[in-house]
């Protein structure tokens, strides 16, 4: 699962410019399509962060460390 949450990073990078929607007029749901497949976008770079979150997060950062006594 992991590699697969880091896949995702590359995958968004070149999806993140849509060009082949630049001059399409088409309305879906109201919104113009570029629009629409930016929201659609969104949903997915949350995703994978989510993923990256959950399976990805290096484990040595959650390690409490002991209270320092003051003295």
Do not use: Q, S
Request: glycine share 6%.
């Amino acid at each position: 699962m992991r590699r697969i949450a880091w896949a995702g990073v590359p995958a968004l990078l070149v999806l993140h410019n849509d060009f082949w929607l630049w001059d399409d007029p088409t309305l879906i749901a109201g919104m113009p399509v570029g629009l629409l497949y930016h929201v659609v976008f969104c949903m997915a770079a949350t995703l994978v962060m989510v993923l990256l979150v959950r399976f990805a997060w290096p484990a040595h950062l959650e390690v409490e460390r002991p209270e320092e006594k003051r003295g």
